[in-house]
């Protein structure tokens, strides 16, 4: 119980949501809905990805390209992508933020950064306009 604890309070520091409708027909599911019928490869995979989302943003793409180098093959890593529950709309205004931090952009030299590191355009866009570019 306490592992479950601390793995939402990463999903939560990271701006990842975990949906509160999971009935039939709705959009999400939960980490803990995920946890029934995954595999140990799938449950570590997802507990990297929380991980990782906890210290850094990242694209799905770029997640799933992460744990792929981690060595989870590609199912998995898709996998825990999908099940973490980031907000990838959030995750690309982190990015921005994180790049803003670091240099300084034009509102199109950060989008097409974002672009680079694998949010599509309409979050790079988000994302960018979020870190007040």
């Not at 949906?19 to 027909?25: I, L």
């Not at 529950?85 to 097409?112: C, F, I, M, P, T």
């Amino acid at each position: 119980m306490r592992y479950l604890i601390a793995l939402v309070a990463i999903i939560a520091l990271a701006g990842c949501t975990v949906p509160e409708d999971t009935s039939p027909g709705s959009s999400g599911t939960t980490t803990s809905q995920h946890a029934k019928n995954e595999t140990s490869a799938q449950k570590n995979a997802r507990e990297k990805a929380a991980d990782y989302l906890a210290y850094s943003a990242f694209s799905r793409k770029g997640l799933i390209q992460q744990l792929k180098f981690e060595g989870f093959n590609a199912a998995d890593a898709k996998y825990a992508a999908d099940a973490v529950g980031a907000d990838w709309n959030k995750q690309a205004a982190a990015k921005a933020k994180e790049y803003l931090e670091l240099d300084s952009y034009s509102h199109d030299g950060l989008v097409e950064q974002l672009k680079f590191e694998g949010f599509t355009s309409k979050q790079a866009e988000y994302g960018v306009t979020k870190a007040g570019l």
